[in-house]
């Protein structure tokens, strides 16, 4: 897990790592430098040999300096446009400006021809987690400037004018891309800001988590090798029982087609046993639709106990309040929670209390604010997801980009998977398949929430490869298996 630290703490990690391990600061910037130059070189070799470097009178700044350098030495044409005098500067600005190669072509704002800039790659190195105020003067003059031009856009660390932990005020950088250092600040992460900071990649400037560990965030960004480990081992001699039994509630009306994706989506999670909960005609377009699950009718509700994990919600629709309450008062077990089985909550709040604890609660922005009403932008949302996991000690899955998890003990974990092709219908009735199976698998409800959310972004991801903009929530389905091989989970 990468801890995701606030942006005034990042001076004092940089500070006591490097007096950990014996480094100069201007060694940890090279190592930065090494880093975005290593990810650079994977998509730019060849493609494009000019690039312009807007650098700030900080370490942001520094880095760009150094970048510069870097990249000359691979041969690409480098102009680094400097803003302050070199005794403004940071230190290692300036050692770093001091080790710029001749060939570097150098302007001093605003003595620049921007027609020069005009087909060359912008990497902005304007500001980092250093900003503290919004961008005025000449740094909004040439961010104005720069976010005209056409060119590939590409942000150091963070898009300048963002500040690290809150919300844009004024005008920030519109990078195409942007190459974050060791983890990703928060500010990253929210949609007010995606138009800012584009395609994001973590560069890893050789940090350990453990490192990070110390500095006692409670936010953490997933990867793959976390999710890696936290995946069950089936036994050769495993059969099906061991695998959970689940029971799916929902799909009434003409919303069968919800409940049939969870149940698909659940089985091909790896659940030994999917039983659904179905009304009427339901039944027969279930048994067509998903040949191996089991439908059951309305008795099935009094043996609740039989079964390792409940799924309730998608197409449910409207129910009368006593179905929920009938269910969490019969099980004491966690259960997923989506969709319409939400909406109940919203209209019912006297029902919070009720809810089974370490249940798993699924909503998207919508619902969301139904169940805890309007929020005026995404980090008031975020603490608003934490303060009701504490509260009803339950997990909360915010679905969207970097879905996040927020957990009873005051946690919250930002999923690295996924892609803006699954916003299509029915793509988190898939998602409550998978975390009902794996909940029903023995995972607990941490483990089932992350595994789920993560193997579902990937398996978007697969899809997509093939399907782009055409994709729908069966291909997710059908990708899941690759995502079990692509993460080599047996
Ligand atoms: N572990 C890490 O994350 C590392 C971070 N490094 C880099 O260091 C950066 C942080 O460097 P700094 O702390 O020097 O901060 P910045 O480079 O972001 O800028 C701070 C400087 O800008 C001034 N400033 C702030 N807001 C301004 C505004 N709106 N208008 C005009 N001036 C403004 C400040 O007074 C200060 O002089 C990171 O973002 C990253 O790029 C790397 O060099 C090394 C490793
Ligand atoms: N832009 C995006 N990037 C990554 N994941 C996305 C994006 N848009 C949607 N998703 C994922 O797709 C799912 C959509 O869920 P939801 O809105 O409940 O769909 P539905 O109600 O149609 O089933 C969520 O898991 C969400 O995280
Ligand atoms: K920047």
New binding site residues.
């Given amino acids: 897990m990468l801890s995701i630290l606030p942006?005034k703490k990042?001076?004092e990690?940089?500070k006591s790592?490097a007096r950990e391990v014996g480094i100069s600061?201007w060694e940890?910037?090279e190592?930065?430098?090494e880093s975005f130059v290593s990810w650079f070189l994977k998509g730019f070799s060849g493609v494009q040999e000019k690039v312009f470097i807007f650098s700030?009178?900080?370490?942001?700044?520094?880095?760009g300096l150094?970048i510069a350098r870097l990249l000359s030495e691979k041969g690409f044409a480098v102009s680094v446009v400097l803003f302050?005098s070199k005794e403004?500067?940071?230190v290692?600005?300036q050692v770093n400006f001091d080790k710029l190669p001749e060939g570097i072509s150098r302007y001093q704002y605003p003595e620049i021809d921007f027609e020069l800039a005009s087909s060359a790659i912008i990497i902005d190195?304007?500001?980092?987690?250093?900003?503290?105020?919004?961008?005025?003067?000449e740094?909004l003059e040439v961010v104005n400037t720069l976010n005209q031009l056409s060119g590939k856009k590409i942000s150091?660390?963070?898009p300048?004018?963002l500040p690290?932990d809150s919300l844009v005020e004024g005008v920030a950088f519109l990078a195409d891309m942007t190459v974050s250092?060791?983890f990703p600040k928060l500010s990253l992460l929210i949609p007010e800001h995606s138009k800012y900071v584009g395609d994001l990649h973590i560069a890893d400037?050789g940090?350990p988590d453990s490192f990070l560990d110390q500095f006692g965030s409670n936010k953490s960004f997933v990867q793959a090798s976390d999710i890696q480990k936290m995946h069950k081992r089936f036994d050769n001699f495993s059969h099906k029982g061991d695998f959970g039994r689940i029971l799916l509630i929902g799909g009434r009306g003409g919303k069968v087609g919800a409940i049939i994706l969870s149940t698909c989506s659940a089985m091909r999670t790896g659940s030994g046993l999917v039983h659904v909960w179905a009304e009427g005609a339901s039944k027969d377009v279930i048994h067509i639709s998903c040949c191996e699950a089991m439908v059951e009718g309305e008795k099935i509700l009094d043996e609740l106990d039989k079964f390792d994990a409940l799924g309730i919600g998608p197409g449910l629709g409207e129910v009368p309040q006593d179905l929920l309450r009938n269910i969490f008062q019969s099980t004491g077990k966690p259960m997923v929670l989506d969709a319409d089985a939400l909406n109940v909550l919203s209209k019912h709040p006297e029902l919070w209390d009720l809810i089974p604890k370490g249940s798993i609660l699924t909503p998207h922005l919508k619902e969301f604010e139904r169940l805890t009403g309007k929020s005026s932008h995404h980090f008031e949302r975020l603490d608003k997801a934490s303060e009701y996991a504490v509260q009803h000690k339950v997990y909360l899955v915010l679905k969207g980009a970097f879905t996040s998890i927020s957990t009873p003990d005051g946690k919250q974990y930002f999923n690295s998977t996924g892609n803006k092709h699954m916003a299509t219908a029915g793509s988190g009735d898939v998602l409550t398949g998978m975390i009902t199976s794996f909940l029903g698998q023995g995972y607990d409800p941490l483990n089932a929430s992350l595994c789920g959310v993560f193997h579902h972004g990937l398996a978007g991801e697969i899809a997509s490869k093939t399907k782009a903009r055409g994709m729908i929530a069966t291909d997710i389905i059908e990708s899941i298996p690759s995502s079990f091989l692509e993460m080599q989970i047996d």
Avoid: E
Wanted: without cysteine.
């Fill in positions: 942006g990042i001076a990690l940089d790592y600061s940890l910037m190592r930065a430098a700030g009178p900080g370490n942001n700044g520094g880095d150094a302050s403004n500067s940071s290692d600005w190195a304007l500001f980092g987690v250093g900003i503290n105020r919004a961008l005025g003067g740094y150091i660390d963070i300048s004018g690290s250092f060791q400037i940090i």
